[in-house]
């Protein structure tokens, strides 16, 4: 249990993986499909964002420290007060996995995107989504 | 021009190239394929600057923005990937002048679209080779994987439902990959290769590595349709429009096993793929499983294009049997494979095209007495088929020859005994096909009721002969230099490690 517990966030990664693989190999209509690629690019996504966290009340980069007007103002006095301002990176989550799952939500809209555009096309074609039917009429 | 920014500009004068294209399309559709051809030519020119610096001076490293590694995303040119590189902007080049006719005929209403898809993947693929990025890689690999699915799905009728299988399969393969590489980061905090290599020997014994390391290989097999992994290929190919064939068919897997060698050498290293993982044995024999199955389910075919694919199935097995055999012939035969299989498959390749073009049809019964009626190109299709059953002078022999050479160092007699048996099949697949082109007396395929006139089949257009021909001189060229290509650029490729 203290197993589990301890690691929750890689079992939810784990499960979402699992169900989005199923629903891809296993099930006939093809919208169930790409539901279940989403499911999996997303599961990722949450691996790499989870893994960011750290416990003991780390914040957002930008929260703290804000760089307003305020700082552009004082900019030279800024410089004189650097030191209190030290930056500790224990302080933050880590920012790179964030920006990095920006990019993979991209790659992952777009290959939503295309796999709609041509499951629209597939159902021009034969009237339907359900793969059994398509094969039955390419026979 | 400095030859200092080749890396990148090989790289950015496709991808920008592709917006001029789109934009030139509005206008005319005439002055998609002359960009296409200029930025090809550029990039060309690009790569084989890059490996004769590289070849001169060593590894080359472009910091992107001047950004210092690990924090930047940096290109890194070897010996293993200027070679690469110049295999995939090169075919790149002959496929665009060679598609021509071939678009205007299967695609007229799409050709800006068709084009500005085809300068993507090009870059797509010539980014993955580049880079020295392993999330970079991810993000490229995708690029050349999306513009891949539109490409192939816009084939003959089943082409989107088999196309779309390959979304699937392809998704699965990147996202295994990106966890691979996530599992890296946990435990490094970097995602820079040469960074990694270096972090990366510490952590051998962790399972998050071992595991990460599985991952990343299964990623890189779906996408390079490896033996179990492979059905989306056949009919993703197979049902595609003729040029997308030509490009995909020789580039796509041999891009993949690049990778693969990459991640195994250059982010891991020899000791931790081949020492501390005890699976190499496992993976051979699953290359010897490729190379049988695609060789028997090949013979199975009736369809002249299918059963290609299924050849491509089965060099994919040469290729990282050859890798995974560990030694230094073998690993000399895999990556002069890739550079032998790309030329050889995009010389069958635009043979079908060719005949897809007259025919129609890429059945066996389009092949009828081919040999009175295309003489030239079939004869260009012989000598692929003699370099696919790897008969010198042609450069298929000499892959193959180290390939043996390399299972006969390791004492690994079955994968041996499964070339030589993909040797001979491919003998049998093709001499079938030689035998229906040659004596089969032609039969026209127009002549039930067509009410539009007939066209008369004979020779290919030129501008798809030629560069059949240039494909099928560089089969022999390639072949007879052999031993210079090796010495100058594959010797170096192999890791120093491996004996």
Redesign the interface.
């Known amino acids: 249990m203290e197993f589990i517990v301890a690691k929750y966030n890689y079992w939810i990664v784990i499960v979402l993986l699992m169900i989005g693989?199923y629903a891809?190999i296993a099930k006939n209509n093809?919208i169930k499909?790409l539901i279940g690629?989403c499911i999996?690019?997303t599961a990722?996504i949450l691996?790499?964002v989870s893994?960011a966290a750290k416990s003991g009340g780390a914040t957002i980069p930008i929260i703290e420290h804000g760089h307003g007007h305020e700082a552009a103002a004082h900019a030279a006095h800024e410089a004189a007060h650097h030191a209190a301002h030290a930056v500790h990176a224990i302080d933050y989550v880590n920012p790179l996995?964030h920006v990095?799952m920006l990019?993979?939500i991209v790659?992952a809209v777009?290959?939503t995107g295309?796999?709609l555009?041509?499951?629209m096309?597939?159902y021009k074609?034969y009237g339907t989504v359900e793969e059994d039917e398509?094969l039955e009429q390419?026979k | 021009m400095s030859s200092a920014q080749f890396p990148i500009l090989l790289v950015a004068v496709p991808l920008l190239s592709a917006f001029i294209l789109n934009i030139a399309g509005w206008f005319n559709k005439k002055y998609c394929l002359p960009v296409v051809i200029v930025a090809l030519v550029g990039s060309v020119y690009a790569s084989f600057g890059t490996l004769f610096t590289v070849l001169e001076q060593g590894t080359i490293r472009y910091r992107l923005g001047a950004w210092l590694p690990p924090m930047g995303i940096e290109y890194v040119v070897d010996h293993l990937n200027g070679l690469v590189l110049c295999i995939v902007s090169s075919v790149g080049l002959i496929t665009a002048i060679y598609s021509k006719r071939s678009v205007e005929q299967e695609l007229p209403e799409r050709i800006p679209q068709f084009y500005t898809l085809y300068i993507l993947l090009v870059t797509g693929l010539l980014g993955i080779t580049v880079t020295g990025d392993a999330?970079n890689l991810?993000?490229l690999l995708?690029i050349a994987a999306?513009t891949a699915?539109?490409l192939l799905?816009v084939g003959e009728?089943?082409a989107?439902?088999s196309?779309?299988h390959y979304?699937?399969m392809g998704?699965?393969g990147?996202?295994f990959y990106?966890?691979g590489v996530?599992f890296l980061?946990?435990k490094t905090g970097s995602?820079n290769m040469i960074d990694l290599h270096g972090l990366l020997p510490g952590l051998f014994g962790s399972n998050v590595i071992v595991v990460g390391f599985a991952m990343i290989m299964i990623g890189v097999w779906v996408k390079m349709a490896f033996f179990p992994l492979h059905g989306w290929l056949p009919n993703a190919y197979t049902y595609a429009p003729s040029a997308t064939s030509c490009l995909v068919a020789p580039l796509m897997t041999k891009v993949s096993v690049y990778v693969m060698i990459r991640i195994m050498f250059s982010v891991f290293s020899p000791e931790f793929t081949f020492e501390v993982l005890a699976c190499r044995h496992i993976i051979v024999w699953l290359a010897v499983a490729a190379i049988i199955a695609g060789s028997l389910l090949a013979l199975a075919q009736t369809d002249f294009k299918k059963m290609l694919t299924y050849v491509v199935v089965a060099e994919v097995g040469y290729m990282a049997g050859g890798v995974w055999l560990a030694n230094t012939a073998a690993i000399t035969g895999a990556i002069l494979h890739i550079l032998n299989d790309a030329l050889m498959t995009l010389c069958l390749f635009m043979t079908v095209g060719i005949i897809v073009y007259k025919t129609r049809g890429h059945q066996f019964e389009n092949l009828k007495g081919l040999y009175r009626t295309m003489p030239f190109t079939m004869t260009a299709f012989t000598v692929g088929v003699l370099s696919m059953m790897g008969v010198p002078p042609t450069c298929g022999f000499f892959s193959k020859w180290y390939l043996i050479l390399g299972a006969i160092r390791a004492e690994h007699w079955v994968f041996m005994g499964a070339l030589l048996f993909s040797s001979l099949v491919n003998a049998v697949l093709f001499f079938r096909i030689i035998e229906i082109g040659y004596f089969e007396p032609f039969t026209d395929h127009h002549a039930h009721g067509d009410d539009h006139q007939p066209e008369p089949i004979d020779e290919g257009p030129l501008s798809m002969v030629v560069p059949l021909w240039i494909v099928a001189a560089a089969l022999v060229i390639v072949g007879m230099y052999t031993s210079g290509i090796v010495t100058k650029v594959i010797q170096f490729a192999v890791p120093e490690a491996i004996v």
């Open positions: 693989l891809m093809l499909k690629m999996f690019q990722v691996f790499y893994t996995p990095l990019t993979a790659v777009s290959t295309v796999a555009a041509l499951i096309s597939i074609r398509i390419i | 999330f991810y993000v995708e999306l699915y539109a799905a009728d089943r989107v439902l196309s779309f979304v699937i998704t699965i990147a996202c990106l966890l996530g980061y946990i995602l």
